[in-house]
């Protein structure tokens, strides 16, 4: 599932161009490979406003006793663990790309063929963000059987403040992606 993904500059500059960027959310900061518990960009909307934030990948659950990182598209508006998040406390994942591996260990990159930017719908727990998945559409399925949930540009400010709409968005399947390999995982077995 999405443990990793990459911000470039050519996303930052998109993201620029449709949200209020704070001054403390600076690229030298934010573009490069996000891994758990990093900080990272996410869109929110506050007072109507939609603009950036920077929060920590991954939340520590307590009574789990381990860094959730992804919920569930399919139940996160009903699970105890993630419902007051997912009905008050919904964010946008910007990025270039995200990260699978192959059986091979062979790094794959997902990404948008003709837009810089992909928007994965997440929610936010205290100052952390989880990523919202969902089953893998064609593009990625033959790696992986889970993606996150992407949303298209015009969807955004609807996920952020319109409850209806974000239920919906929920069931969508995500739009197919172009993927590139990138290296081979050394294994010291």
Excluded at 173 to 184: C, D, G, I, R, V
Aim: hydrophobic fraction near 40%; charged fraction near 20%; include cysteine.
């Amino acid at each position: 599932m999405c443990g990793r993904f990459l911000m470039n500059e050519e996303a930052f500059e998109i993201i620029e161009h449709i949200a209020y960027v704070p001054d403390y959310i600076q690229p030298e900061l934010f573009c490069k490979t996000i891994y758990p518990t990093n900080p990272a960009i996410t869109l929110v909307m506050k007072d109507g406003i939609l603009q950036a934030e920077s929060l920590h990948f991954g939340y520590k659950s307590e009574s789990m006793n381990r860094l959730l990182i992804n919920a569930r598209a399919e139940t996160v508006s009903e699970k105890p663990m993630f419902r007051q998040s997912f009905y008050h406390h919904r964010c946008v994942v910007p990025a270039s790309s995200f990260y699978e591996w192959d059986a091979a260990k062979e790094k794959i990159s997902f990404f948008e063929k003709n837009d810089p930017a992909l928007f994965m719908a997440g929610i936010v727990k205290e100052d952390c963000f989880l990523i919202l998945t969902t089953n893998a559409n064609p593009s990625v399925e033959p790696y992986h059987h889970r993606m996150p949930l992407l949303l298209k540009k015009e969807q955004l400010r609807s996920w952020l403040s319109e409850e209806s709409k974000a239920l919906q968005f929920l069931k969508q399947t995500p739009q197919n992606l172009e993927h590139a390999f990138s290296f081979a995982q050394n294994s010291l077995f």
